[in-house]
């Protein structure tokens, strides 16, 4: 097994243990548990307390500058991955595009999609945009320091492995796992790859408070 292997085998040995905590809390916390069940059974897992993000800022798909700690007024789904990505990825953002049109006009007016890339070597705003309008126009992307994304995706139990970008065609190691943010700003838990969206999509208007 290699340096790089071994890497990311510990990263994703501890986004499980994160994860796999953070279920039996939530399971073992007080209150009536069947919605906590079902939101369990559709891949979503909340945070006992809410995790403020960093204060970074990035840029988005339209060469704005976007502070992260300001994703509010909507809830946000953050999923960090990269235009070149050659399978999960575009696999993602489609289940994503079919998921927003299967949730009620109300909440898809509450929800937001963000890429945060992985690859900023290569994701400057203009690849994203061009990128993100095969699946969303909507979908916002962000980029920006290797250093910025990588607190970022720490700080949100998202780990990745920065590439060797001196290599042809080169991948990245990155986590099929989404982030939900909430209206305010913080962090509220995680959606499991992979997507199961009859599901996320019969718990997500609860989850959003939209009837």
Same mark, same amino acid.
């Given at each position: @097994?290699?340096?790089?292997? +071994?890497?990311?085998?510990?990263? $994703?040995?501890?986004?499980?243990?994160?994860?796999?905590?953070? $279920?039996?809390?939530?399971?073992?916390?007080?209150?009536?548990?069947?919605?906590?069940?079902?939101?369990?059974?559709?891949?979503? $897992?909340?945070?006992?307390?809410?995790?403020?993000?960093?204060? %970074?800022?990035?840029?988005?798909?339209?060469?704005?500058?976007?502070?992260?700690?300001?994703? +509010? &007024? !909507?809830?946000?789904?953050?999923?960090?991955?990269?235009?070149?990505?050659?399978?999960?990825?575009?696999?993602?953002?489609?289940?994503?595009?079919?998921?927003?049109? @299967?949730?009620?006009?109300?909440? !898809? =007016?509450?929800?937001? $999609?963000?890429?945060?890339?992985?690859?900023?070597?290569?994701?400057?705003?203009?690849? %994203?945009?061009?990128?993100? &309008?095969?699946?969303?126009?909507?979908? @916002?992307?962000?980029?920006?320091?290797?250093?910025? %994304?990588?607190?970022? =995706?720490?700080?949100?139990?998202?780990?990745?492995?920065?590439?060797?970008?001196?290599?042809?065609?080169?991948?990245?190691?990155?986590?099929?796992? %989404?982030?939900?943010?909430?209206?305010?700003?913080?962090?509220?838990?995680?959606?499991? =790859?992979?997507?199961?969206?009859? +599901?996320?999509?019969?718990?997500?208007?609860?989850?959003?408070?939209?009837?």
């Amino acid at each position: @097994m290699t340096r790089t292997q +071994k890497t990311l085998f510990v990263l $994703v040995a501890a986004v499980a243990l994160v994860l796999g905590l953070t $279920v039996n809390k939530v399971l073992n916390s007080k209150g009536d548990g069947t919605d906590k069940v079902a939101l369990l059974d559709a891949g979503i $897992v909340l945070l006992p307390q809410s995790r403020s993000l960093p204060d %970074l800022s990035l840029t988005n798909q339209d060469g704005q500058a976007q502070a992260v700690d300001q994703l +509010k &007024g !909507q809830w946000s789904l953050l999923f960090f991955g990269y235009t070149f990505c050659p399978d999960i990825c575009p696999a993602t953002l489609a289940q994503l595009r079919q998921l927003k049109g @299967m949730l009620p006009a109300e909440t !898809q =007016a509450q929800l937001r $999609v963000v890429l945060v890339t992985v690859d900023p070597q290569r994701d400057n705003p203009e690849q %994203l945009k061009k990128y993100l &309008g095969f699946f969303d126009p909507a979908f @916002m992307g962000l980029t920006g320091a290797q250093e910025d %994304l990588q607190k970022l =995706a720490g700080a949100v139990s998202i780990p990745y492995i920065p590439a060797d970008t001196s290599k042809e065609n080169y991948t990245v190691d990155h986590s099929g796992n %989404l982030v939900i943010i909430g209206p305010d700003g913080t962090q509220r838990g995680f959606i499991r =790859a992979p997507l199961n969206n009859d +599901k996320l999509a019969a718990q997500l208007p609860g989850l959003l408070g939209v009837k």
